[in-house]
Protein backbone atom coordinates (compact mmCIF):
# COMPACT_ATOMS: atom_id res chain seq x y z
CA UNK A 1 0.00 0.00 0.00
CA UNK A 2 1.27 3.35 -0.81
CA UNK A 3 1.61 6.63 1.17
CA UNK A 4 0.28 9.78 0.52
CA UNK A 5 2.65 12.46 0.31
CA UNK A 6 3.09 15.81 1.90
CA UNK A 7 1.02 17.84 -0.17
CA UNK A 8 2.27 21.38 1.11
CA UNK A 9 5.14 22.53 3.45
CA UNK A 10 6.68 25.55 4.85
CA UNK A 11 8.82 26.89 7.69
CA UNK A 12 8.94 30.06 10.05
CA UNK A 13 11.25 32.78 9.84
CA UNK A 14 13.89 31.23 11.83
CA UNK A 15 13.85 27.82 9.49
CA UNK A 16 13.63 25.95 12.87
CA UNK A 17 10.14 24.77 12.79
CA UNK A 18 8.79 22.72 9.73
CA UNK A 19 5.28 22.54 9.02
CA UNK A 20 3.54 19.96 7.20
CA UNK A 21 -0.23 19.17 5.30
CA UNK A 22 -0.44 14.92 5.04
CA UNK A 23 -4.32 14.23 3.40
CA UNK A 24 -6.06 15.65 6.44
CA UNK A 25 -3.28 16.36 9.13
CA UNK A 26 -1.48 19.43 9.79
CA UNK A 27 1.67 18.52 11.90
CA UNK A 28 4.77 20.92 12.80
CA UNK A 29 8.40 19.57 13.65
CA UNK A 30 10.94 21.19 15.39
CA UNK A 31 14.55 20.88 14.10
CA UNK A 32 17.56 21.86 15.98
CA UNK A 33 21.42 21.26 14.47
CA UNK A 34 20.79 17.53 14.31
CA UNK A 35 18.05 16.41 15.20
CA UNK A 36 14.17 16.75 14.28
CA UNK A 37 11.19 15.89 16.51
CA UNK A 38 7.59 16.66 15.51
CA UNK A 39 5.88 18.98 18.52
CA UNK A 40 2.44 18.91 16.78
CA UNK A 41 -0.18 17.39 15.17
CA UNK A 42 -3.58 18.53 14.27
CA UNK A 43 -5.91 16.38 12.19
CA UNK A 44 -9.05 17.86 10.63
CA UNK A 45 -12.50 15.94 10.37
CA UNK A 46 -15.15 16.37 8.06
CA UNK A 47 -18.62 16.14 9.87
CA UNK A 48 -20.83 13.45 7.95
CA UNK A 49 -24.37 14.65 8.44
CA UNK A 50 -26.99 11.79 10.47
CA UNK A 51 -28.60 9.89 8.08
CA UNK A 52 -32.41 11.01 8.46
CA UNK A 53 -34.46 8.61 10.89
CA UNK A 54 -37.07 6.14 8.41
CA UNK A 55 -40.43 7.23 8.86
CA UNK A 56 -43.26 4.81 9.46
CA UNK A 57 -45.51 3.98 6.78
CA UNK A 58 -48.48 5.38 8.91
CA UNK A 59 -46.80 8.94 8.91
CA UNK A 60 -46.49 10.47 5.88
CA UNK A 61 -42.60 12.27 5.55
CA UNK A 62 -42.00 15.78 6.37
CA UNK A 63 -41.32 17.92 3.37
CA UNK A 64 -37.74 20.00 4.06
CA UNK A 65 -37.80 23.62 4.06
CA UNK A 66 -35.88 24.81 1.18
CA UNK A 67 -35.62 28.34 2.40
CA UNK A 68 -34.91 27.00 6.03
CA UNK A 69 -31.61 24.76 4.49
CA UNK A 70 -28.23 25.38 5.64
CA UNK A 71 -25.24 26.57 3.18
CA UNK A 72 -23.95 23.04 1.46
CA UNK A 73 -20.45 22.56 2.18
CA UNK A 74 -17.75 20.85 0.07
CA UNK A 75 -19.00 16.88 0.33
CA UNK A 76 -16.26 14.90 -0.58
CA UNK A 77 -17.22 11.17 -2.32
CA UNK A 78 -15.79 7.63 -0.83
CA UNK A 79 -12.78 8.04 -3.44
CA UNK A 80 -11.74 10.87 -2.32
CA UNK A 81 -12.09 10.17 1.37
CA UNK A 82 -9.50 7.08 0.91
CA UNK A 83 -7.27 9.16 -1.00
CA UNK A 84 -6.76 13.07 -1.56
CA UNK A 85 -5.10 15.34 0.66
CA UNK A 86 -8.11 18.49 1.67
CA UNK A 87 -5.36 20.59 4.07
CA UNK A 88 -4.35 22.30 1.01
CA UNK A 89 -2.41 25.70 1.77
CA UNK A 90 -0.60 26.88 4.64
CA UNK A 91 0.90 30.43 5.58
CA UNK A 92 2.55 31.67 8.69
CA UNK A 93 1.85 35.46 9.69
CA UNK A 94 4.62 38.25 9.56
CA UNK A 95 5.02 38.26 13.53
CA UNK A 96 5.52 34.61 13.50
CA UNK A 97 3.19 33.85 16.25
CA UNK A 98 -0.08 32.19 14.52
CA UNK A 99 -0.04 30.09 11.05
CA UNK A 100 -3.23 29.61 8.69
CA UNK A 101 -3.99 26.29 7.25
CA UNK A 102 -6.84 26.44 4.49
CA UNK A 103 -9.49 23.29 4.29
CA UNK A 104 -12.06 21.92 2.27
CA UNK A 105 -13.28 20.54 5.32
CA UNK A 106 -16.29 23.36 5.56
CA UNK A 107 -14.67 25.47 3.04
CA UNK A 108 -12.86 27.21 6.14
CA UNK A 109 -9.60 28.08 7.38
CA UNK A 110 -7.55 26.79 10.39
CA UNK A 111 -5.75 29.22 12.63
CA UNK A 112 -3.35 28.26 15.41
CA UNK A 113 -1.44 30.22 17.51
CA UNK A 114 2.13 29.32 18.46
CA UNK A 115 4.32 30.55 21.20
CA UNK A 116 8.40 30.41 21.69
CA UNK A 117 8.57 28.58 25.39
CA UNK A 118 11.81 27.54 26.91
CA UNK A 119 13.68 25.73 24.28
CA UNK A 120 10.50 24.57 22.00
CA UNK A 121 7.17 26.14 20.98
CA UNK A 122 3.46 25.53 22.31
CA UNK A 123 0.38 25.49 20.08
CA UNK A 124 -3.15 26.10 20.51
CA UNK A 125 -5.95 26.02 17.94
CA UNK A 126 -7.67 29.79 17.84
CA UNK A 127 -10.86 29.05 15.27
CA UNK A 128 -11.98 27.37 12.13
CA UNK A 129 -13.57 30.11 10.05
CA UNK A 130 -15.60 29.01 7.11
CA UNK A 131 -16.33 30.88 4.48
CA UNK A 132 -19.23 31.10 1.72
CA UNK A 133 -17.07 29.64 -0.74
CA UNK A 134 -13.94 27.43 -1.02
CA UNK A 135 -10.68 29.46 0.02
CA UNK A 136 -7.75 28.70 -2.09
CA UNK A 137 -5.17 31.08 -1.29
CA UNK A 138 -4.37 33.69 1.60
CA UNK A 139 -2.04 36.15 2.96
CA UNK A 140 -2.24 37.87 6.27
CA UNK A 141 -0.35 41.19 7.93
CA UNK A 142 0.16 42.17 11.56
CA UNK A 143 -3.47 41.93 12.27
CA UNK A 144 -6.13 40.54 9.66
CA UNK A 145 -5.61 37.72 7.59
CA UNK A 146 -7.40 37.75 3.48
CA UNK A 147 -8.66 34.85 2.30
CA UNK A 148 -9.63 34.29 -2.03
CA UNK A 149 -12.02 32.13 -3.00
CA UNK A 150 -12.61 30.07 -5.96
CA UNK A 151 -15.48 32.43 -7.06
CA UNK A 152 -12.88 34.91 -7.07
CA UNK A 153 -14.24 37.03 -3.97
CA UNK A 154 -11.21 38.31 -0.98
CA UNK A 155 -12.64 38.09 2.36
CA UNK A 156 -10.93 39.94 5.93
CA UNK A 157 -10.86 38.31 9.03
CA UNK A 158 -9.32 39.32 12.38
CA UNK A 159 -6.87 36.19 12.84
CA UNK A 160 -6.37 36.94 16.61
CA UNK A 161 -9.55 36.71 18.18
CA UNK A 162 -11.03 32.73 18.59
CA UNK A 163 -14.71 34.74 17.27
CA UNK A 164 -16.02 33.19 14.14
CA UNK A 165 -18.13 35.69 11.55
CA UNK A 166 -21.62 34.08 10.48
CA UNK A 167 -20.96 32.57 6.79
CA UNK A 168 -24.37 34.22 5.48
CA UNK A 169 -23.36 37.68 6.53
CA UNK A 170 -19.79 37.45 4.98
CA UNK A 171 -18.88 40.57 2.47
CA UNK A 172 -15.80 40.30 0.47
CA UNK A 173 -13.88 43.25 0.11
CA UNK A 174 -12.75 43.15 -3.36
CA UNK A 175 -13.43 40.69 -6.02
CA UNK A 176 -12.07 38.74 -9.55
CA UNK A 177 -13.78 37.39 -12.52
CA UNK A 178 -11.87 34.10 -11.91
CA UNK A 179 -10.46 31.70 -9.26
CA UNK A 180 -7.97 33.54 -6.93
CA UNK A 181 -4.32 31.62 -7.09
CA UNK A 182 -2.20 33.70 -5.25
CA UNK A 183 -2.33 36.46 -2.00
CA UNK A 184 0.38 38.35 -0.82
CA UNK A 185 1.02 41.87 0.95
CA UNK A 186 2.83 44.69 -0.32
CA UNK A 187 4.31 47.43 1.49
CA UNK A 188 6.03 51.14 0.93
CA UNK A 189 6.00 54.36 2.64
CA UNK A 190 3.47 53.39 6.05
CA UNK A 191 1.18 51.72 3.17
CA UNK A 192 -0.14 48.28 2.60
CA UNK A 193 -0.94 46.84 -0.80
CA UNK A 194 -2.82 43.74 -1.63
CA UNK A 195 -1.52 41.68 -4.52
CA UNK A 196 -4.16 39.28 -5.76
CA UNK A 197 -3.72 36.70 -8.95
CA UNK A 198 -6.03 34.97 -10.41
CA UNK A 199 -6.47 31.97 -13.20
CA UNK A 200 -6.87 34.50 -16.22
CA UNK A 201 -3.89 36.12 -15.85
CA UNK A 202 -4.47 39.37 -13.67
CA UNK A 203 -1.79 40.96 -11.43
CA UNK A 204 -4.06 43.57 -9.28
CA UNK A 205 -2.94 45.55 -6.69
CA UNK A 206 -5.42 46.91 -4.31
CA UNK A 207 -5.14 49.58 -1.37
CA UNK A 208 -5.54 48.24 2.24
CA UNK A 209 -7.78 49.01 4.12
CA UNK A 210 -9.81 50.72 1.14
CA UNK A 211 -9.17 47.73 -0.97
CA UNK A 212 -11.99 49.53 -3.61
CA UNK A 213 -8.83 51.65 -4.68
CA UNK A 214 -6.85 50.15 -7.22
CA UNK A 215 -3.21 50.97 -7.67
CA UNK A 216 -2.34 49.14 -10.72
CA UNK A 217 -2.35 46.13 -12.59
CA UNK A 218 0.91 44.10 -13.57
CA UNK A 219 0.44 43.43 -16.89
CA UNK A 220 2.37 40.74 -19.40
CA UNK A 221 0.60 36.92 -18.76
CA UNK A 222 -1.92 35.10 -20.58
CA UNK A 223 -2.14 32.21 -18.92
CA UNK A 224 -3.13 31.11 -15.38
CA UNK A 225 -0.55 32.76 -12.55
CA UNK A 226 0.40 29.75 -9.57
CA UNK A 227 3.48 31.15 -8.22
CA UNK A 228 4.80 34.62 -7.21
CA UNK A 229 8.06 35.97 -5.17
CA UNK A 230 8.35 39.18 -3.48
CA UNK A 231 11.85 41.10 -3.94
CA UNK A 232 12.11 44.49 -2.82
CA UNK A 233 10.60 46.79 -5.48
CA UNK A 234 9.97 43.84 -7.70
CA UNK A 235 7.78 40.73 -8.11
CA UNK A 236 8.41 37.24 -10.06
CA UNK A 237 5.26 35.69 -10.79
CA UNK A 238 4.80 32.27 -13.26
CA UNK A 239 2.71 29.90 -14.18
CA UNK A 240 0.99 28.72 -17.56
CA UNK A 241 3.01 30.85 -19.71
CA UNK A 242 6.11 29.64 -21.14
CA UNK A 243 8.23 32.23 -19.10
CA UNK A 244 8.64 33.52 -15.41
CA UNK A 245 8.29 37.60 -15.71
CA UNK A 246 9.79 40.29 -13.14
CA UNK A 247 8.06 43.39 -12.82
CA UNK A 248 8.82 46.61 -10.51
CA UNK A 249 5.38 46.36 -8.72
CA UNK A 250 5.98 50.84 -7.38
CA UNK A 251 6.45 51.65 -10.88
CA UNK A 252 4.27 48.58 -12.90
CA UNK A 253 6.99 48.31 -15.03
CA UNK A 254 7.44 45.17 -16.81
CA UNK A 255 11.33 44.46 -16.11
CA UNK A 256 12.30 41.32 -17.93
CA UNK A 257 11.27 37.57 -19.30
CA UNK A 258 13.21 34.62 -18.32
CA UNK A 259 11.44 32.10 -21.04
CA UNK A 260 12.24 28.31 -19.33
CA UNK A 261 10.62 26.21 -22.10
CA UNK A 262 14.20 25.80 -23.75
CA UNK A 263 15.64 24.15 -20.40
CA UNK A 264 13.23 20.98 -20.95
CA UNK A 265 14.74 18.33 -22.55
CA UNK A 266 12.95 14.88 -24.26
CA UNK A 267 13.53 12.40 -21.39
CA UNK A 268 11.51 15.68 -19.24
CA UNK A 269 8.60 14.94 -21.03
CA UNK A 270 5.66 12.65 -19.25
CA UNK A 271 3.00 12.02 -21.62
CA UNK A 272 0.30 11.47 -18.54
CA UNK A 273 1.24 15.12 -17.20
CA UNK A 274 2.38 17.15 -20.12
CA UNK A 275 0.40 16.25 -22.67
CA UNK A 276 -2.62 18.22 -23.14
CA UNK A 277 -5.78 16.41 -22.90
CA UNK A 278 -7.31 14.64 -25.99
CA UNK A 279 -9.93 17.18 -26.85
CA UNK A 280 -7.70 20.10 -26.88
CA UNK A 281 -5.01 17.71 -29.40
CA UNK A 282 -5.77 18.21 -33.47
CA UNK A 283 -6.08 15.47 -34.98
CA UNK A 284 -3.08 14.05 -37.52
CA UNK A 285 -0.62 16.66 -35.95
CA UNK A 286 2.03 16.22 -33.27
CA UNK A 287 1.08 15.94 -29.59
CA UNK A 288 0.63 19.29 -28.12
CA UNK A 289 2.71 19.75 -24.66
CA UNK A 290 1.74 22.04 -22.22
CA UNK A 291 4.18 22.74 -18.79
CA UNK A 292 4.14 25.31 -15.98
CA UNK A 293 5.48 26.42 -13.09
CA UNK A 294 4.84 24.55 -9.76
CA UNK A 295 6.38 26.69 -7.57
CA UNK A 296 9.24 29.38 -7.04
CA UNK A 297 11.19 30.64 -3.96
CA UNK A 298 13.62 33.45 -3.56
CA UNK A 299 17.11 32.90 -1.33
CA UNK A 300 17.84 37.01 -0.26
CA UNK A 301 21.01 35.23 0.92
CA UNK A 302 22.57 34.35 -2.23
CA UNK A 303 20.60 36.17 -4.70
CA UNK A 304 19.34 32.90 -6.27
CA UNK A 305 15.96 31.88 -7.51
CA UNK A 306 14.94 27.99 -7.16
CA UNK A 307 11.91 27.50 -9.50
CA UNK A 308 10.65 23.49 -10.67
CA UNK A 309 8.87 22.78 -13.92
CA UNK A 310 5.34 20.65 -12.86
CA UNK A 311 6.21 16.98 -13.57
CA UNK A 312 10.16 17.64 -14.65
CA UNK A 313 12.65 15.88 -12.13
CA UNK A 314 14.87 19.15 -11.87
CA UNK A 315 15.37 21.50 -9.93
CA UNK A 316 16.59 25.20 -11.70
CA UNK A 317 18.34 27.69 -10.18
CA UNK A 318 18.74 31.37 -11.64
CA UNK A 319 20.81 34.29 -10.47
CA UNK A 320 18.87 37.47 -9.38
CA UNK A 321 20.96 40.62 -10.52
CA UNK A 322 18.33 43.11 -8.94
CA UNK A 323 20.76 46.37 -9.97
CA UNK A 324 20.25 45.19 -13.51
CA UNK A 325 16.85 43.32 -13.33
CA UNK A 326 18.41 40.48 -15.00
CA UNK A 327 17.59 36.48 -14.45
CA UNK A 328 20.35 34.18 -15.62
CA UNK A 329 20.43 30.40 -15.55
CA UNK A 330 23.26 29.35 -13.24
CA UNK A 331 22.53 25.98 -12.65
CA UNK A 332 19.81 22.59 -13.36
CA UNK A 333 19.91 20.47 -10.45
CA UNK A 334 18.38 16.54 -11.64
CA UNK A 335 16.35 15.59 -8.50
CA UNK A 336 14.66 11.90 -8.19
CA UNK A 337 11.34 13.25 -7.71
CA UNK A 338 8.59 15.70 -8.92
CA UNK A 339 8.98 18.54 -6.99
CA UNK A 340 5.88 19.92 -5.06
CA UNK A 341 6.57 23.23 -3.13
CA UNK A 342 9.98 24.59 -1.90
CA UNK A 343 10.83 26.22 1.92
CA UNK A 344 14.36 26.97 3.54
CA UNK A 345 15.15 24.91 6.62
CA UNK A 346 17.93 25.67 9.22
CA UNK A 347 19.06 21.94 9.78
CA UNK A 348 23.04 20.92 10.56
CA UNK A 349 23.36 24.34 11.46
CA UNK A 350 23.21 25.64 7.56
CA UNK A 351 20.15 27.51 5.93
CA UNK A 352 18.73 24.54 2.82
CA UNK A 353 16.52 24.54 0.70
CA UNK A 354 13.93 21.87 1.24
CA UNK A 355 10.98 20.52 -0.96
CA UNK A 356 8.44 17.57 -0.80
CA UNK A 357 8.04 14.84 -3.88
CA UNK A 358 5.16 12.91 -5.13
CA UNK A 359 7.21 9.93 -3.60
CA UNK A 360 6.36 6.51 -3.82
CA UNK A 361 8.90 5.21 -0.59
CA UNK A 362 9.33 6.59 2.27
CA UNK A 363 13.27 7.40 1.90
CA UNK A 364 12.05 10.37 -0.49
CA UNK A 365 9.31 12.05 1.05
CA UNK A 366 11.25 15.32 1.02
CA UNK A 367 14.71 16.29 -0.41
CA UNK A 368 17.03 18.60 1.20
CA UNK A 369 19.40 20.83 -1.09
CA UNK A 370 22.71 22.36 0.03
CA UNK A 371 22.17 26.15 -0.93
CA UNK A 372 25.83 26.69 -0.68
CA UNK A 373 27.27 23.84 -2.80
CA UNK A 374 24.27 23.04 -4.94
CA UNK A 375 24.46 19.66 -3.91
CA UNK A 376 21.73 17.23 -2.29
CA UNK A 377 21.87 16.78 0.86
CA UNK A 378 21.59 12.81 1.78
CA UNK A 379 22.34 12.81 4.83
CA UNK A 380 19.93 15.84 5.99
CA UNK A 381 17.54 14.57 3.90
CA UNK A 382 17.62 10.91 5.34
CA UNK A 383 17.39 12.58 9.12
CA UNK A 384 13.74 14.46 7.83
CA UNK A 385 12.25 11.68 5.81
CA UNK A 386 12.63 9.41 8.92
CA UNK A 387 11.34 11.67 11.15
CA UNK A 388 8.21 12.40 9.07
CA UNK A 389 7.97 8.57 7.77
CA UNK A 390 7.88 7.54 11.78
CA UNK A 391 4.57 9.87 12.02
CA UNK A 392 2.58 8.96 8.92
CA UNK A 393 3.10 5.14 9.20
CA UNK A 394 -0.24 4.55 10.25
CA UNK A 395 -3.02 2.90 7.79
CA UNK A 396 -4.87 6.34 7.63
CA UNK A 397 -2.21 7.84 5.11
CA UNK A 398 -2.59 5.17 2.81
CA UNK A 399 -3.68 5.71 -0.60
CA UNK A 400 -6.42 3.23 -1.50
CA UNK A 401 -5.76 4.07 -4.98
CA UNK A 402 -3.43 6.13 -7.17
CA UNK A 403 -4.13 6.75 -10.78
CA UNK A 404 -0.93 8.94 -11.87
CA UNK A 405 1.92 10.51 -10.54
CA UNK A 406 0.41 13.46 -8.41
CA UNK A 407 -2.09 14.38 -6.37
CA UNK A 408 -5.45 16.55 -8.27
CA UNK A 409 -4.66 19.80 -5.82
CA UNK A 410 -1.18 20.26 -6.88
CA UNK A 411 -1.93 19.96 -10.75
CA UNK A 412 -1.87 23.42 -11.32
CA UNK A 413 -1.87 22.82 -15.14
CA UNK A 414 -5.96 22.04 -14.49
CA UNK A 415 -5.91 25.95 -14.10
CA UNK A 416 -5.42 26.17 -18.13
CA UNK A 417 -8.30 27.30 -19.69
CA UNK A 418 -7.42 26.76 -23.51
CA UNK A 419 -9.05 29.77 -24.32
CA UNK A 420 -7.08 29.60 -28.08
CA UNK A 421 -8.70 26.66 -28.71
CA UNK A 422 -12.27 27.39 -28.59
Not at 49 to 65: C, G, I, L
Not at 307 to 314: M, N, R, S, T, Y
Not at 390 to 407: V, Y
Request: with cysteine; charged share 30%.
Amino acid sequence: MLKHPVQKLATNNKGDLLYTLVKDTFQVYQVSSNEITKIFEYKDTYKVEDTPKETSSEEPPVKKNKKSKKPSNYQPNKHQLENYEFLRYLNVSPCGGYVFVISDFDKSVLVFNQVPKDDTYTFSFVKKQSFPKRPNCLASTDKFLFVGDKFGDVYEIDYKTSETSNVEGMKPILGHVGLLTKLDILEYDNKKLLMSCDRDEHIKLSHIPQSFIINKFLYGHKEFISSVVKINDYVLSSGGDSFIMLSNWKTGELVTKFEYLDLIEETDIVPEIHNALDRFQKQGEEKVNEFCISDMIYDEINNKVYFAIEGVKKVFVLNFQESEGKLELESTIKVNNIVLNFAFLNIENKRKLIFNTNRETNESIVEILDNDNLQMDSKSTELVNSEISKNTESEHFNIADKDNDMCPININHNLRKHVDFY
